[in-house]
């Protein structure tokens, strides 16, 4: 795999048109996440855009419901030719486990669990949340409960990715938000790590959008990215 294809850039766009425009400006990208704010604007229609670019996809839904639910929405995914698709691990065993189900026979989405969004922090997690558990520790636990159920991996931030390949295993994929290149802000992500850090700590894919999508010159920003991601 190049390194270019382990990068995922967010459509973060309200429109279709939004996004055609970031799809013509940077054709190099062969992975694209959808996520809630493009997804209830253009539905299934952006999916069928992006398969027509031959792109592969990253949807971001972050589901949560009950598990007939949840696996209805999986087996939808299985009909648009997503390549990953999230859940939240709290959702629970009974809806992660329905939601592998519903991927049956089907090689594509691959599920991905939610352990704790990156924009949470330890103080959040203990006391408005109130986990008593230790950040780290708690993610372990999210991304355990998503293996035991036949989850295929987990989103987590790039800090956690050494401790989940660790004890999860090789084949568990790991993606990972909250990466900002040496020469990129932080923005509203608190648990960051380098592209090369997070590759390098374990992770298979990399989630990077506004240090190239917010750029001045995007272009240049995308260029700049897999350089410093393609060196070992």
């Known amino acids: ?21 970031l799809l013509d400006k940077l054709p190099e990208v062969t992975f694209w996440k959808v996520g809630l704010q493009l997804f209830i604007a253009a539905g299934v229609e952006i999916l069928d855009l992006l398969k027509q670019r031959q792109k592969r996809i990253f949807l971001d839904l972050k589901l949560h419901d009950i598990p007939n639910t949840v696996a209805g929405g ?7 030719g997503v390549d990953l698709l999230t859940l939240h691990a709290t959702a629970g065993r009974a809806a992660l486990t329905a939601a592998a189900q519903a991927v049956g026979v089907h090689p594509q989405p691959k599920l991905l669990a939610i352990t704790l969004l990156t924009s949470l922090n330890a103080r959040e997690l203990a006391f408005d949340l109130k986990i008593p558990l230790e950040l780290p520790e708690y993610v372990l636990q999210m991304a355990l409960l998503a293996k035991e159920s036949g989850i295929d991996g987990a989103v ?14 090789p084949d568990f994929l790991l993606v990972c938000p909250g990466v900002r290149p040496t020469w990129a802000e932080a923005g509203d992500q608190r648990r960051v790590m380098t592209p090369r850090e997070a590759l390098d700590a374990g992770a298979d894919y990399l989630v990077i959008g506004r240090p190239i999508t917010a750029a001045s010159d995007p272009v240049a920003a995308w260029q700049r990215l897999v350089e410093e991601v393609a060196k070992g």
């Open 156 to 169: 987590c931030s790039p800090q956690e990715v050494a401790q989940l390949r660790e004890i999860c295993g």
């Open 1 to 21: 795999m190049s390194p270019s294809d382990r990068i995922i850039v967010p459509l973060d766009v309200p429109t279709v048109e939004g996004a055609i425009a």
């Open 74 to 80: 999986v087996a939808s995914a299985t009909t648009h």
